[in-house]
DNA sequence: CTGACGATCCGCT
DNA sequence: GCGGATCGTCAGG
């Protein structure tokens, strides 16, 4: 990849080998501040992580792979940790780092992103002007970012979807997930985690 | 084949 | 805060 044209984000810091080892709540945090990179035709854009949520597998009923539920869809998530599981939403795609030993099924959603580089790509992509709102939530990121379901299953380490070292948090914040109300009680768990105060974070729950 | 269901977004109140 | 849009996936007949 050609780095030329960025400026923030020259040269990358490639992470550690075993950065996607670490256990899936710890993962959840970890990814906080790291870089988000894709290339596409249209260009380069990428982001700083600034909220994320973990999916704990069988025993967790709001994740895709409660009672290792393994259909076509969910069957990236028991493959190695550090590859992409993309899924369809209503209109949007979503992306998540998948986490945990092979054949466990863990998952971590990426919710927001702050822009970094190719922001004018990203206003165009998502047809509004206004930075705060590009990246805001998590189907909203992928389209700025251009990830889609032609990810499914690429490894975060390599182009043209990348995973890169970047900011360290100041102060994390961690309460409950978002949009999981028919989760039984797993919808209390508190698995979500954002940078304290960051601006970018999908949204603000008056209760965590 | 059919229908039910969202890990969402956006516009409007 | 609320409701509609909108569509791929999955399970059941």
């Known amino acids: ?32 501040g790291c870089l988000l990179i894709n290339e596409t035709e249209e260009g380069i854009a990428s982001g700083y992580i600034v909220e994320t949520e973990a999916y704990m597998g069988p025993e967790d009923r709001a994740a895709h792979s409660f009672g290792n539920r393994r259909t076509k869809r969910t069957e990236i998530m028991f493959s190695e940790a550090g590859v992409a599981y993309t899924y369809v939403m209503h209109t949007h795609c979503l992306v998540n780092v998948v986490s945990g030993p092979t054949d466990k099924p863990e998952a971590i959603l990426i919710r927001a992103v702050e822009p970094v580089d190719g922001i004018e790509l990203m206003k165009k992509r ?15 990121l992928t389209k700025a970012l251009g990830i889609t379901m032609g990810d499914y299953g690429r490894h975060f380490t390599e182009p043209p979807l990348l995973l890169v070292k970047g900011i360290t948090p100041q102060e994390i914040s961690r309460g409950k997930r978002i949009g999981i109300d028919n989760s039984g009680e797993a919808k209390d768990y508190p698995w979500r985690f954002w940078i304290t105060d960051n601006p970018f974070v999908s949204r603000h729950r008056k209760k965590d």
């Open 1 to 32: 990849m050609s780095n030329k044209h960025l400026k923030n984000t020259n040269p990358y810091n490639p992470l550690p080998e075993d950065f996607f080892q670490q256990p899936t709540l710890k993962l959840a945090e970890a990814l906080l």
């Open 126 to 140: 998502r047809n509004i002007e206004i930075p705060k709102n590009l990246t805001n939530g998590p189907g909203k």
